[in-house]
């Protein structure tokens, strides 16, 4: 298709340009799995501070492939992600290298980051369920009622497949065993209103549009649907219920970090990773994207702690990923999308 | 960690036993029913207006094209707030009935198999239009004539002569549609649609087992490649070269009274709800958030999805031409799998195309870097893998069977004798492809490259994992918002994508009027 000398030309070009860009000033790569927009901000505020250009790759799929293939070529300091079964995935594949420092040990509790440092959480969200607040209001409920008989034809998800949900039934499973998991997630499938679709927001629409009372959730789409002119009708449709309080707690998720094997620019990337562990940054992801900070100390936006207090789940998250798979395969078993 | 560990031998059986059926009924389903749907709307149409004279019918030809330059999944998005319970629709129906609840009226729920089936139908039809009104437009209105004049009423002729003579162009076309619909993963899942593409992300990308995933795209082409092969064999002994002469154009019906009422309004209907009423949907959400939406980055965005059209439309239309004419100059089975293999990416969805282009060229580039440490250069990084030429290779596996099918097509209307004959007179074999064959499939050659630059305008998932930093095309900009279901802050940016898919396609029309 191309001739040798164009080939070896190009080849040279882009050598050129890729050695040219080495020498600029300092940066930081991260493949994203969290959108642009969502985390510019926050790496504006670090560029200021430090002088450190940030560079985003953003993706929904793919992008664990993308390092690993990559291997010590890989332009990748860090990777960012939500849910925990990717961050142990990516260190259960040997993507990822150790971090010691002592402003992110002192920032991030343990319960947050790998014992061996691999990966550090940097915000958590709690799988919510809400309901209805004409039909049903604020209401003290477990997961586990989404499968008793009364809640039939009451209850709306997005796809069991999608990674917040593969990790709530991983929780299950690991509270419970995969029997008694099977037989509630049957029962949760046996009582939706409609075929799994849609994301989180389009849940609580459902619940809006009279579809059904219950939705599955996280905590964070209620903060930015209250702030969307459009959507703000949708958020107050529904109350915002914290799960299992007075059983295992409500299932947390996080979304964070890991500092890749061949990270090329090892120094700035871990100045970034403290930077987001810190005051300025974790006070922005609490205002901004609605989430809780891991910092001790930072408090939570105003919306969110009118909440209120919550009891998590304290299940270790190391435990709940290692079910990933179980989930993944028992989602199938019950055929729970289709 | 075993969790993560690659689990290759259970995860194959694990599908078998518990959805791969379902998956495959499904996929079967929705194949069938855009095959038979777009058949549905693009026969009619393309004979209509290669075979009828009635008003519009000028504006029509191109119009009913325009669809290719919407993407399926803004489609879907726009149709689902069109139509579900919140939208427009459903609330004009309860206000103007009195209707209160849910429970109070039966309306179709778009998000299901058949919702899937008809936006993917509305939005890939035209491939099937522009192919058979090419091929109805190259048969001699002679032929026609002919039937007429023995007896044969229009429809009777046109079942056995016009039909007959189309078959091959209705092939392609069909086969392309296939392909993009085995390929598409972004509709299907907006409408909670499960196919084997959805088994093929869960082994690889959930279940980590790369070679199930393989297995089951392996699956999905063999029986495409059976399907396509079985469909050309079938025909293996029709060649039908046209010679030119009088053709439709000249010989036109006029149509009147009913007849004319009936195309008219069915032809504008397609038209409208394949490509008007998501564009003014989209227009309305464009200007309502216009100050929101527009920044100085789009134009740099449009820019790059703009070159990187032109450059991957270019090299797929050459791409096809050396192996269509490579088939043609020394026919059999090698250049009949180089066709094959060539169109094959088109049927695998983006993602997983742009996964199994970085493992060679990763491993090109790993061995690069590592001869240049021997002959002790510096390393220079991921200079394929990397950077631009990576992207424009994914996008090449995907869309080449475009152009490949475009050219074969025209390709397979100039008769053989024409290069015998030019041969015989002293031409070289460069000399009859110049000076022969390329005059009579100009056409053809640049409605590949308007459907490669189409097609690449939309491309999303190739695109978004095969990108360097910083690279944003108007589809990956756009994705950002969708994904988040922002469809009003994305408006802007797809009429972008719409705008630019239309410009070639203004340009190449206006040069084949010039030529009619």
Redesign the interface.
């Given at each position: 298709?191309f001739s040798k000398k164009t080939l070896t030309r190009?080849?040279t070009l882009?050598?050129l340009?890729?050695?040219s860009f080495?020498t600029l000033a300092e940066e930081v790569?991260i493949y994203s799995f969290r959108?642009?927009?969502l985390i510019e901000p926050i790496m504006e505020k670090f560029t200021a501070e430090t002088g450190i250009k940030v560079?985003?790759?953003?993706?929904?799929?793919?992008?664990i492939?993308?390092v690993k293939?990559?291997?010590?070529?890989?332009?990748a300091d860090l990777v960012l992600t939500t849910d925990i079964s990717r961050l142990?995935?990516l260190?259960?594949?040997d993507l990822t290298q150790s971090v010691n420092s002592d402003i992110l040990n002192k920032n991030i509790p343990t319960q947050y980051r790998d014992p061996e440092n691999q990966w550090f959480a940097l915000t958590t969200r709690v799988r919510n369920i809400y309901s209805s607040s004409e039909r049903v209001g604020p209401v003290e409920i477990t997961y586990q009622d989404l499968a008793k008989p009364e809640f039939k034809g009451k209850i709306c998800t997005r796809?069991g497949?999608h990674p917040y949900n593969?990790s709530l039934v991983a929780s299950v499973i690991a509270h419970e065993g995969e029997a008694d998991a099977k037989v509630w997630l049957e029962g949760v499938k046996a009582n939706l209103a409609?075929?799994?679709?849609?994301?989180d927001?389009?849940q609580v629409?459902?619940v809006?549009?009279?579809?059904c009372d219950y939705a599955l959730g996280n905590n964070y789409y209620l903060g930015k649907m209250v702030n969307n002119p459009?959507q703000v009708s949708w958020a107050e449709a529904v109350s915002i219920n914290f799960p299992n309080q007075k059983t295992t707690g409500s299932h947390v998720n996080v979304s964070g970090v890991v500092l890749t094997k061949y990270a090329p620019n090892k120094a700035s990337a871990v100045k970034l990773m403290e930077f987001l562990s810190g005051d300025v940054a974790q006070q922005m992801y609490a205002e901004v994207n609605y989430e809780y900070p891991v910092k001790v100390g930072v408090k939570p936006s105003k919306l969110v702690a009118s909440w209120g207090e919550f009891k998590a789940d304290t299940l270790p998250l190391a435990d709940i990923?290692?079910?990933?798979?179980?989930a993944?395969?028992l989602l199938?078993?019950v055929?729970f999308?289709? | 960690m075993s969790a993560f560990s690659v689990d290759e031998s259970g995860s194959f059986q694990h599908l078998i036993d518990t959805v791969l059926l379902d998956y495959t009924l499904t996929t079967l389903q929705v194949i069938a029913g855009v095959l038979v749907l777009s058949l549905c709307f693009a026969l009619p149409s393309a004979w209509f207006i290669a075979c009828c004279e009635f008003p519009s019918r000028k504006v029509l030809q191109w119009a009913l094209m325009l669809p290719l330059a919407l993407p399926p999944y803004i489609v879907a998005i726009v149709y689902t707030d069109l139509l579900d319970f919140s939208g427009p629709i459903q609330g004009f129906l309860r206000d103007f009935m009195g209707w209160q609840s849910v429970g109070d009226y039966y309306f179709p729920d778009i998000r299901t198999t058949s919702g899937a089936i008809v936006i993917l139908a509305l939005t890939l039809y035209p491939y099937l239009y522009l192919l058979l009104r090419g091929a109805f437009l190259g048969q001699s209105g002679g032929l026609f004539q002919a039937a007429r004049s023995l007896g044969l009423s229009p429809f009777q002729a046109f079942k056995r002569v016009s039909f007959p003579l189309s078959r091959s162009a209705m092939a392609v076309g069909l086969s392309l549609i296939a392909m993009e619909t085995l390929g598409d993963f972004a509709t299907v899942n907006y409408f909670a649609v499960n196919t084997l593409t959805t088994a093929v992300y869960d082994t690889w990308l959930e279940l980590g087992s790369l070679t199930t995933a393989a297995k089951i795209s392996s699956l999905m082409l063999l029986a495409l490649v059976i399907l396509i092969t079985l469909e050309s064999y079938s025909r293996r002994k029709q060649k039908i070269y046209q010679r030119s002469g009088a053709t439709h154009t000249d010989l036109r019906f006029v149509l009147s009274g009913w007849h004319k009422w009936t195309v008219l309004s069915g032809l504008w209907l397609l038209l409208s709800l394949a490509f008007l009423l998501p564009l003014c949907v989209l227009i309305y959400y464009a200007i309502g958030y216009f100050s929101e939406s527009l920044n100085e980055q789009l134009w740099q965005y449009t820019l790059n999805s703009f070159w990187l059209a032109i450059i991957v439309a270019g090299l797929a239309l050459l791409v096809a031409l050396v192996v269509n004419f490579y088939q043609r100059l020394s026919p059999g089975l090698a250049a009949k799998m180089c066709i094959r293999l060539s169109s094959l990416g088109y049927a695998v969805p983006g993602t997983v195309v742009a996964i199994g282009v970085l493992i060679p060229f990763t491993s090109l580039d790993l061995w690069f870097n590592q001869q240049l440490i021997e002959y002790s250069f510096s390393r220079v990084g991921l200079i394929f893998s990397g950077s631009l030429f990576i992207l424009i290779f994914g996008y090449l596996m995907r869309f080449s069977a475009i152009a490949v099918g475009s050219i074969d097509s025209s390709l397979a209307q100039v008769s053989p004798t024409l290069d015998m004959a030019s041969r015989s007179l002293g031409q070289s074999v460069g000399q009859t492809i110049r000076r022969v064959n390329f005059p009579l499939i100009k056409k053809g050659m640049l409605t590949a490259f308007i459907l490669v630059f189409i097609e690449a305008m939309k491309e999303l998932p190739t695109a978004l994992l095969l990108r360097p930093f910083n690279f944003e095309t108007l589809a990956t900009y756009v994705y950002q918002f969708v994904s988040d279901e922002m469809i009003e802050y994305a408006a802007l940016p797809a009429l972008l994508i719409v705008l630019m898919g239309l410009i070639p396609f203004i340009v190449v029309n206006r040069l084949l009027e010039k030529d009619c």
């Open positions: 298709m190009g080849a882009v050598a340009t890729a050695t080495a790569n959108q642009a927009f560079n985003i790759l953003f993706a929904k799929k793919g992008l492939e993308r293939r990559e291997g010590e070529l890989s332009p142990v995935k260190t259960s594949q796809s497949k593969v409609r075929k799994p679709q849609g994301n927001r389009g629409k459902a809006k549009d009279g579809l459009k990923a290692k079910q990933h798979k179980a993944v395969k199938d078993e055929k999308d289709l | -």
